[in-house]
């Protein structure tokens, strides 16, 4: 009889169609979870350590992840791996790759934990902490590449790697529990009740290897296999939990709108395509009418049908999810519709601080701009509240955001501008959470400065600084455009002051000319009335010598000059000229 011998595959459990089926949709579960977790911390990962940090956590558990749902498929469609065959070899690559992420998150774990709690000389954590997954990982090449170096095979790893995985874990859900109280940290997430449990079922399963706990020895093979692939899968919670504060940072929102909407969509085409070819079967084969012909065709009529409905999910789903960020697009967007109605800076700056504290629930917004470097700074502040900046502050960070116009943040996840350390010490201490530059082709105009959140527990994130630097843009349109209908009434009061002066240059002359006539008239006849009309003259004189430079007068004042001019002309009409006037004093 011919008998096949095959590898035990390591870490997979095959002791009942259950626990098989759900090891796939289980293994299947946690890929998704950290593609999702991937593509949030990808965008953050270019500014700050802690978020790079929690990308390659996610990175090293997707190791482990990928490649048991690999193995999983694997054996599912294509049988066990015959030894020395290509199928075996790409087993054990899998198996290899699934080792080092299974080996390499605890020590991970365990060193982002050290860090956020601030203990003395961690240094010397890392290098005792490096120890033993260095020692299993050495190991596990040696067993999986050189089988014959070591005296024992890759499943006699299985009980050490297990064991070393709930002494790291469990040693982090102790350190939080009893360093963490108290301290800020990015495990903050990590609560103490989520410590406990994950403490509690990390030491049980670590005696239960040792058989301390004869947890192993009371049931049977097949629950034995229940609770370790469930281990194996609860391994991801500590993860997420201490890289939650970081993934909040990123697109939540948008990243789930169109995880669901591709979702849907892949999902229905699957559905569609196998039942359709499952009822189309029985006619193709009476017919005799080549199936991949048919499924060709049947597959681009789906994509036709379907890419209308991934086009319809994609315009209703955000109105059918209305969630916080809906609100914020929504009273952005009719404040942008509003800013044609503002004609003055400081009801721009005014409307704008409030706007910011009600789209973002923010407890204090201040804006400073100046639409060219000549003026003074424009600002307006919502609430008495952090941020404290004064002109003096903004007149000092100023040189910076005008070479590099970025946004800076508090939170360095978020932060792209780069700023000395003082001076990010001073904004932290007057409370800043961001500072977002009024852009206008290139060149800042100004700076909207929010403090934090009304509610503590929330957070800026990418899609906030989105939204933030759109407005920006408008902004700077919108200044741009009063700049420029303040340059055209300027303009106008200029011109109309200019025809002034032309017309008075006009008048003077002539007015002059016939007023010395007059007193050459009355001189041999009327002596007195010429040295009247001489009197008022030199009044006339004095008045335009003295208020020439000014735009407006008083009205007394403009009432003596015409009573002096009305006498003027009564010398040189005589009776024939009357100015009845009826102006009480003052």
Same mark, same amino acid.
């Given at each position: 009889?011919?008998?096949?011998?095959?590898?035990?595959?390591?870490?997979?459990?095959?002791?009942?169609?259950?626990?098989?089926?759900?090891?796939?949709?289980?293994?299947?579960?946690?890929?998704?979870?950290?593609?999702?977790?991937?593509?949030?911390?990808?965008?953050?990962?270019?500014?700050?350590?802690?978020?790079?940090?929690?990308?390659?956590?996610?990175?090293?558990?997707?190791?482990?992840?990928?490649?048991?749902?690999?193995?999983?498929?694997?054996?599912?469609?294509?049988?066990?791996?015959?030894?020395?065959?290509?199928?075996?070899?790409?087993?054990?690559?899998?198996?290899?790759?699934?080792?080092?992420?299974?080996?390499?998150?605890?020590?991970?774990?365990?060193?982002?934990?050290?860090?956020?709690?601030?203990?003395?000389?961690?240094?010397?954590?890392?290098?005792?902490?490096?120890?033993?997954?260095?020692?299993?990982?050495?190991?596990?090449?040696?067993?999986?590449?050189?089988?014959?170096?070591?005296?024992?095979?890759?499943?006699?790893?299985?009980?050490?790697?297990?064991?070393?995985?709930?002494?790291?874990?469990?040693?982090?859900?102790?350190?939080?529990?009893?360093?963490?109280?108290?301290?800020?940290?990015?495990?903050?997430?990590?609560?103490?009740?989520?410590?406990?449990?994950?403490?509690?079922?990390?030491?049980?399963?670590?005696?239960?290897?040792?058989?301390?706990?004869?947890?192993?020895?009371?049931?049977?093979?097949?629950?034995?296999?229940?609770?370790?692939?469930?281990?194996?899968?609860?391994?991801?919670?500590?993860?997420?939990?201490?890289?939650?504060?970081?993934?909040?940072?990123?697109?939540?929102?948008?990243?789930?709108?169109?995880?669901?909407?591709?979702?849907?969509?892949?999902?229905?085409?699957?559905?569609?395509?196998?039942?359709?070819?499952?009822?189309?079967?029985?006619?193709?084969?009476?017919?005799?009418?080549?199936?991949?012909?048919?499924?060709?065709?049947?597959?681009?009529?789906?994509?036709?049908?379907?890419?209308?409905?991934?086009?319809?999910?994609?315009?209703?789903?955000?109105?059918?999810?209305?969630?916080?960020?809906?609100?914020?697009?929504?009273?952005?967007?009719?404040?942008?519709?509003?800013?044609?109605?503002?004609?003055?800076?400081?009801?721009?700056?005014?409307?704008?601080?409030?706007?910011?504290?009600?789209?973002?629930?923010?407890?204090?917004?201040?804006?400073?701009?100046?639409?060219?470097?000549?003026?003074?700074?424009?600002?307006?502040?919502?609430?008495?509240?952090?941020?404290?900046?004064?002109?003096?502050?903004?007149?000092?960070?100023?040189?910076?955001?005008?070479? %590099?116009? @970025?946004?800076? !943040?508090?939170?360095?996840?978020?932060?792209?501008? /780069?700023? +000395?350390?003082? $001076?990010? =010490? *001073?904004? %932290?201490? @007057?409370?800043? !959470?961001?500072?977002?530059?009024?852009?206008?082709? /290139?060149? +800042?105009?100004? $700076?909207? =400065? *929010?403090?934090?959140? @009304?509610?503590?527990?929330?957070?800026?994130?990418?899609?906030?600084?989105?939204?933030?630097?759109? $407005?920006?843009?408008?902004?700077?349109?919108?200044?741009?455009?009063?700049?420029?209908?303040?340059?055209?009434?300027?303009?106008?009061?200029?011109?109309?002051?200019?025809?002034?002066?032309?017309?008075?240059?006009?008048?003077?002359?002539?007015?002059?000319?016939?007023?010395?006539?007059?007193?050459?008239?009355?001189?041999?006849?009327?002596?007195?009335?010429?040295?009247?009309?001489?009197?008022?003259?030199?009044?006339?004189?004095?008045?335009?010598?003295?208020?020439?430079?000014?735009?407006?007068?008083?009205?007394?004042?403009?009432?003596?000059?015409?009573?002096?001019?009305?006498?003027?002309?009564?010398?040189?009409?005589?009776?024939?000229?009357?100015?009845?006037?009826?102006?009480?004093?003052?």
């Amino acid at each position: 009889m011919r008998v096949r011998f095959t590898r035990y595959p390591t870490f997979l459990y095959p002791l009942s169609p259950s626990l098989w089926q759900f090891s796939l949709w289980g293994f299947a579960l946690g890929a998704f979870v950290h593609v999702l977790a991937l593509l949030l911390l990808f965008p953050l990962a270019r500014h700050g350590r802690r978020a790079r940090f929690s990308l390659l956590l996610i990175c090293v558990s997707a190791l482990w992840f990928f490649s048991n749902l690999g193995r999983l498929l694997q054996v599912t469609f294509l049988g066990s791996p015959y030894p020395g065959g290509l199928q075996d070899r790409v087993f054990q690559l899998l198996t290899f790759t699934g080792l080092v992420g299974w080996i390499g998150f605890p020590a991970l774990l365990l060193r982002q934990i050290v860090h956020d709690l601030r203990l003395h000389r961690p240094a010397f954590y890392h290098r005792i902490g490096h120890v033993p997954p260095l020692v299993l990982a050495v190991a596990v090449v040696l067993t999986t590449f050189h089988p014959d170096a070591l005296p024992f095979t890759l499943e006699a790893l299985i009980a050490p790697i297990l064991f070393y995985v709930c002494c790291y874990v469990g040693l982090a859900a102790g350190l939080v529990l009893l360093l963490g109280t108290g301290r800020s940290t990015t495990s903050e997430s990590w609560n103490r009740s989520g410590s406990w449990l994950t403490l509690a079922f990390s030491v049980l399963l670590g005696l239960s290897v040792l058989d301390v706990v004869p947890l192993f020895g009371l049931v049977t093979d097949s629950m034995v296999g229940w609770v370790i692939v469930s281990a194996q899968l609860l391994a991801v919670a500590p993860i997420g939990l201490v890289s939650l504060a970081t993934l909040k940072l990123g697109k939540v929102d948008l990243v789930l709108e169109r995880t669901l909407v591709y979702g849907t969509v892949l999902g229905a085409i699957f559905l569609a395509f196998v039942g359709g070819m499952s009822l189309m079967e029985p006619l193709l084969a009476r017919l005799n009418t080549p199936w991949q012909v048919v499924g060709g065709l049947y597959v681009v009529i789906l994509l036709v049908l379907f890419e209308r409905l991934a086009r319809w999910l994609r315009r209703e789903l955000p109105a059918f999810f209305s969630t916080e960020r809906q609100r914020t697009r929504q009273l952005l967007s009719h404040f942008q519709e509003q800013m044609t109605q503002l004609f003055s800076f400081e009801a721009l700056a005014r409307r704008t601080v409030e706007v910011v504290a009600e789209a973002f629930r923010v407890r204090s917004v201040r804006i400073f701009f100046r639409p060219d470097e000549s003026l003074p700074w424009f600002s307006a502040a919502y609430h008495p509240e952090p941020p404290y900046l004064t002109e003096r502050i903004v007149e000092a960070i100023w040189p910076h955001f005008r070479e %590099e116009g @970025r946004i800076w !943040a508090r939170n360095p996840e978020l932060s792209e501008a /780069h700023l +000395p350390q003082e $001076l990010q =010490a *001073l904004l %932290e201490s @007057r409370h800043v !959470a961001l500072l977002v530059p009024i852009l206008a082709k /290139h060149r +800042p105009l100004g $700076l909207l =400065a *929010l403090g934090p959140r @009304r509610n503590r527990h929330e957070f800026y994130n990418l899609e906030d600084l989105d939204l933030l630097r759109m $407005l920006g843009g408008q902004l700077a349109l919108a200044i741009e455009r009063l700049y420029l209908v303040e340059r055209e009434r300027a303009l106008i009061r200029q011109n109309a002051e200019a025809q002034l002066v032309a017309l008075r240059a006009q008048i003077n002359p002539h007015f002059l000319f016939n007023a010395l006539n007059t007193i050459a008239a009355l001189i041999n006849e009327h002596p007195e009335k010429a040295e009247a009309v001489v009197e008022h003259l030199a009044a006339i004189f004095r008045h335009t010598l003295n208020t020439g430079g000014r735009s407006f007068v008083s009205l007394d004042e403009e009432l003596q000059l015409v009573r002096h001019y009305l006498e003027i002309e009564r010398a040189r009409f005589g009776r024939s000229f009357r100015s009845p006037s009826n102006c009480p004093p003052n």
